[in-house]
């Protein structure tokens, strides 16, 4: 029994403070802009992957080059 009264706390609880949520609508806007940048930094990770595996890759092409290129010694 007791276990229901605590689900049925929490569930006031929630519904206060979702009242409370209801009447000040710039609340949420923290975590909306919070989102939003997490969303900017994970992309910017990602072109920063792409951009290093494409410059790595194209080094070592270029030193294959310049080592194919160079004379053999007898």
Same mark, same amino acid.
Do not use: N, W
């Given at each position: 029994?007791? +276990? $229901?009264?605590?689900?049925?706390? *929490?569930? +006031?609880?929630?519904?206060?403070?979702?009242?409370?949520?209801?009447? +000040?609508?710039?609340?949420?806007?923290?975590?909306?802009? *919070?989102?939003? @940048? =997490?969303?900017? @930094?994970?992309?910017? $990770?990602?072109?920063?992957? $792409?951009?290093?595996?494409?410059? *790595?890759? +194209?080094?070592?092409?270029?030193?294959? @080059? $310049?080592? =194919?290129?160079?004379?053999? @010694?007898?």
């Amino acid at each position: 029994m007791p +276990e $229901i009264q605590v689900v049925l706390f *929490l569930i +006031e609880t929630l519904r206060c403070r979702m009242a409370e949520a209801r009447l +000040e609508p710039e609340r949420g806007d923290v975590a909306e802009k *919070l989102v939003i @940048v =997490a969303v900017f @930094v994970v992309m910017a $990770i990602a072109v920063g992957a $792409i951009i290093k595996t494409a410059v *790595l890759g +194209e080094a070592h092409d270029i030193s294959r @080059v $310049i080592t =194919a290129s160079q004379p053999t @010694v007898p």
